[in-house]
């Protein structure tokens, strides 16, 4: 008997090896957020403006774009741009161009700084730094030159005097290299220029020994362009919003209508077990038509975030499905220990607790029908919710049903079965069941479970 007990529980541990655990788990891979949370209402983000209705002409009005998340991501970042194409009575109050020019010294190995703001509206920055003596004698100084954006972003012009050249156009004077032929230019004109803050611009002298002055200019331009950018770069949380705001100047009586596109990024964290990018981009437009007028009059915005609650019950589906499963997982220890899986000894100790070993099956059974119903809600609900695949559970949660089904019709008919066979042969046939039970629900969590990571990363299956 002790044999054969020995080569049904052998035989089901080399079938769980056998089988090659890892390929029995199948998420299907999805493309973008919404292919798996758009059922439990997701959307990437809501996007309002100021509701006006007439703004006066000749003033200077303040324009908002909201962006708000209404679901439980986070928008880590979102680049709003206003565009004025068809508001013909309006144009963007632009900042004035501005300029700064700075002489100083760069010792060798060091570096010096030129700070310099830049506004939302900027179309092109020009940094030139140029080295108007050679005190060296040497010639050519090696001098290194680079543009430091607020987001850390870097841009430079190498060493050795390299000129970007004019690319943006912006009809720059010829660079006219000195005796030590060190001018060096950096242009920047793209949608980096969204981004509002202070701007360094860096020189450092990569070799030589003079400290002979070098002059730094910086010029930022605002064209008047039918298009602004700006970029919001506080994390927006769920329910919350936030808002780019653009100066907007009427200055024909008309109808306008501006328009207006925000790229988000949304993101969360997803354990690893989710076969899942973390990170999606959405870009959505709205437009906003009103009358270039005499008075300034706003309409009813509305709450920024939609008022329905986030959680719907396909979630919910969701996550009572992953509870069940804690739950279900959780309740299995004591079970066994009811059931006397462990032993003379154990059986002894909870017939003593239960006071009787009559009171310690019906302990043990009730216990397990609940197990077995906690199992079958969770199965439930992972075939009804949609972002877990079918398939994620079918081997390893599946072969664990049909073990606990097996339990069931087992337990419950213990008496007529054991007249039949014998109770030697019913014990032994209730144990295999509960060993195929544990075996394969431990690998049900190992393999398809969502939130054991850290199960995994102990036993180094990740
Ligand atoms: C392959 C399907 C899949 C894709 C694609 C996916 N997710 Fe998930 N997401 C899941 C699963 C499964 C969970 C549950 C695991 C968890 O709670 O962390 C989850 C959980 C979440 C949660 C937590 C919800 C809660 O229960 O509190 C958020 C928020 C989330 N995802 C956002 C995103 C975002 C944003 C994207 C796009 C970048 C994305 N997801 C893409 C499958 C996916």
């Known amino acids: 008997m002790q044999l054969r007990r020995c080569l049904v529980i052998g035989a089901l541990v080399a079938l ?23 059922g439990e209402g997701m959307e990437y983000a809501v996007v309002t403006s100021t509701p006006f209705i007439e703004i006066p002409a000749g003033n200077t009005t303040e324009y908002d774009v909201t962006v708000a998340n209404p679901w439980l991501h986070d928008i880590a970042s979102s680049l709003v741009t206003v565009n004025l194409t068809e508001a013909p009575g309006l144009s963007f109050d632009k900042p004035d161009d501005i300029s700064r020019n700075e002489s100083m010294e760069v010792p060798p190995g060091e570096a010096r700084n030129v700070s310099f ?7 092109a920055v020009v940094a030139t730094m140029t080295q108007t003596e050679d005190v060296s004698e040497r010639g050519a100084n090696d001098v290194d030159s680079r543009l430091v954006l607020p987001d850390g972003t870097v841009v430079g012009a190498g060493h050795d005097g390299i000129d970007s050249g004019d690319p943006a156009g912006l009809n720059l004077p010829e660079r006219e290299p000195s005796k030590a032929n060190t001018v060096e230019r950096i242009i920047v004109r793209d949608d980096r220029l969204a981004t509002t803050g202070g701007w360094n611009f860096t020189m450092e002298r990569v070799g030589g020994d003079g400290t002979d002055p070098v002059e730094a200019q910086v010029d930022v331009y605002y064209n008047a362009t039918p298009t602004q950018s700006q970029r919001i770069t506080d994390t927006i949380g769920p329910n919350a919003a936030d808002s780019a705001t653009f100066d907007i100047k009427g200055s024909q009586e008309g109808e306008a209508t501006i328009t207006y596109t925000v790229t988000v990024t949304d993101y969360y964290e997803h354990p690893d077990g989710v076969q899942s990018q973390d990170e999606g981009n959405a870009t959505l437009e709205g437009e906003r038509t009103f009358t270039v007028g005499q008075t300034l009059e706003t309409g009813d915005a509305g709450p920024a975030v939609p008022p329905e609650p986030p959680i719907n019950w396909i979630l919910n589906a969701r996550i009572w499905g992953e509870a069940t499963g804690f739950i279900g997982l959780f309740l299995i220890p004591f079970s066994l220990v009811l059931g006397g899986a462990f032993g003379r000894k154990n059986v002894l100790w909870m017939n ?53 089904v097996g339990l069931g019709i087992t337990g419950a008919y213990q008496r007529r079965i054991a007249r039949e066979i014998g109770y030697a042969k019913w014990r032994l046939l209730h144990i295999a069941m509960a060993t195929t039970f544990v075996a394969a629900t431990m690998a049900h969590v190992l393999i398809d479970g969502a939130h054991f990571d850290f199960l995994r990363n102990a036993i180094g299956l990740n």
Do not use: M
């Not at 056998?18 to 292919?35: E, K, M």
């Not at 703001?117 to 179309?123: E, K, M, N, R, S």
């Not at 310690?360 to 609900?381: D, E, K, P, T």
């Open 16 to 38: 769980v090896v056998g089988l090659g655990p890892a390929a029995w788990s199948q998420q299907v891979p999805q493309a973008t957020c919404l292919d798996c949370h758009e």
């Open 117 to 123: 703001p830049v506004q939302a509206g900027a179309t």
């Open 352 to 404: 003593k607790i239960t006071q009787s070993a009559r009171l310690r099956v019906l302990w043990h059974n009730a216990l397990s029908f609940i197990l077995l119903g906690v199992s079958i809600i969770h199965l439930i609900l992972f075939l009804i919710e949609p972002v877990y695949s079918w398939s994620v559970g079918f081997v390893w949660g599946g072969t664990a049903s049909l073990a606990l």
